[in-house]
């Protein structure tokens, strides 16, 4: 009987790994992905045996029940197996229903965690997700609901927005629909924490401005707070509170 390890690899370049999810590489017997943004991250376990379970590996787009069956069949033949997951594995990378066919056989794993998109964003771009009295929520969202629907939010001072890349223009709407001003501020970083990363500043209303810029890449929107201007001090009508 093996243990499962789900690494977080980060946004994409193999340095932004965390030095624990390193070294669970160097252990694994198998290591299961499912899209690899660089390379690199193979050498960390040149020996494993590599299986791409995402989109590009199965002729069709492979079910969750599928992987998941996988998981636990190979977990059962091997010592260490590595579930590699982009980003951080606890933010939308279905990692509930791993977690559960794991549990329901008998398995034993560990979760091991990493940098996630939203922060890669924000570091690329140095605009912080927290600001010293303006910015002290920050929300998670994908834009994409199960059923394919965009939604978009207004429930915290920092709205970050998962998988929005294809929707700017409709995303401008809804944002402003939800109850941002149209001169609200907004952020784009895709491709954030790689060598060919870009990031734009706009405003709500003019979020689709950024599309061509950012076509076909991984896109994070950060709208709010977070999305603004560096700013030491803070606007006339906002005053400062302690944060
Ligand atoms: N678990 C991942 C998210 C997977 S959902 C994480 O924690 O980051 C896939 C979405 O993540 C993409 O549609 C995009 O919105 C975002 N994303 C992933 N990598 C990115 C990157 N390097 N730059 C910008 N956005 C990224």
């Keep these: 009987m093996g243990k499962v390890l789900f690494v977080s690899a980060g946004p994409g370049s193999a ?11 160097a252990d694994a017997e198998v290591v299961l992905y499912d899209a690899l943004a660089d390379a690199e991250l193979r050498s960390y376990a040149p020996h494993a045996r590599w299986v791409n379970v995402g989109k590009r590996g199965f002729e069709h787009s492979a079910k969750q029940s599928e992987i998941n069956a996988l998981l636990v ?9 590595v579930r590699l997951k982009g980003g951080d594995a606890s933010v939308f990378g279905r990692l509930e229903e791993e977690l559960i066919a794991l549990a329901e056989a008998g398995l034993d794993c560990e979760v091991i965690p990493g940098v996630t998109a939203a922060l890669a964003a924000a570091a690329q771009a140095q ?3 927290t600001r010293r009295g303006r910015g002290r929520t920050v929300s998670l969202s994908t834009a994409m609901t199960e059923a394919g629907q965009l939604r978009a939010a207004n429930t915290a001072d920092t709205e970050v927005f998962y998988m929005a890349g294809r929707q700017l223009p409709e995303l401008a709407t809804l944002l402003q629909r939800a109850g941002w001003p149209a001169d609200t501020p907004a952020l784009v970083v895709s491709h954030a924490g790689r060598p060919d990363a870009l990031s734009s500043e706009h405003l709500v209303a003019q979020l689709a401005e950024a599309a061509a810029q950012h076509a076909e890449r991984p896109t994070i929107v950060v709208v709010g707070a977070g999305g603004s201007p ?14």
């Design 15 to 25: 340095d932004l790994i965390t030095v624990r999810g390193a070294r669970a590489l």
């Design 73 to 81: 069949e190979t977990a059962r033949q091997h010592g260490v197996v």
């Design 127 to 129: 605009r912080p997700l």
């Design 230 to 243: 560096l700013c030491s001090n803070p606007a006339p009508g906002k005053p400062e509170r302690a944060a």
